[in-house]
């Protein structure tokens, strides 16, 4: 029984390049989240998806950033022209559905950007 | 502003001694979750947490969530080494799904 899996573990890109980060959620979990871990920092929360709809971007910036959870493949999170500011570990969470259920987290994407 | 501040940030124990951190909110708690994270590794779920005064516990580790569904401890007894890492608590804090989470509380064991 697979938890949530992530990929790439590590990535590394120059400024300006673009980086894109998946997350295959658990088995019959249908609702994705994306969060952004900061060096000194706590984990913020990024964006929340269903299969094909965006249901919270209030976390995401608002340039360079964006997400989606297609009917079929992983979620994808994109960072268009990465900024050393980016650098940071990205988790995706998935849960069975939304009210107050677990989130449970994948073991992150650390971008790092030279 | 942060949502829900951990306490001690940070705390050193000897082996087999009882520790306890907490997790408090200015704002009513719609679920509350804790997670142990290691150093460049994922969140392993704890526990959750949803009505006042509940209280869970799980092999040697013990959450409650206050009456007012505003503060958590948690209680572990007879520390072992393995229960080392950064404990991070999450919150639903206006039930839109959207888990806000402490800075955590980073836990030394000292065989």
């Known amino acids: ?114 | 502003s942060q949502e829900l501040e951990q306490s001690p940030q940070s705390l050193i124990v000897q082996e087999g001694k009882n520790l306890t951190i907490n997790c408090t909110s200015s704002k009513t708690l719609y679920g509350l979750y804790w997670y142990k994270q290691k150093y460049g590794e994922g969140l392993i779920f704890l526990m959750m947490l949803q009505k006042g005064g509940e209280e869970k516990s799980h092999e040697k580790i013990t959450a409650k969530l206050d009456e007012k569904k505003q503060q958590s401890s948690l209680h572990i007894t007879a520390s072992q080494p393995s229960h080392a890492g950064i404990y991070l608590c999450g919150a639903d804090i206006d039930g839109n799904n959207r888990l806000a989470f402490g800075k955590g509380n980073q836990v030394v064991v000292i065989p």
């Open chain 1, 1 to 114: 029984n697979a938890g949530v899996m992530q990929n790439p573990r590590h990535l590394v890109r120059r400024r300006g390049q673009e980086a894109r980060l998946r997350c295959s959620p658990m088995k019959g979990h249908s609702h994705v989240y994306w969060y952004r871990q900061l060096p000194e920092e706590g984990l913020k929360f990024m964006v929340y998806l269903q299969k094909e709809n965006i249901i919270d971007e209030s976390g995401m910036p608002k340039e360079r950033f964006s997400a989606e959870f297609p009917k079929e493949g992983p979620s994808i999170l994109r960072i268009q022209q990465v900024v050393r500011g980016d650098s940071a570990a990205y988790f995706c969470a998935s849960s069975p559905a939304s009210r107050v259920e677990t989130q449970y987290f994948g073991p992150g994407t650390r971008l790092l950007v030279l």
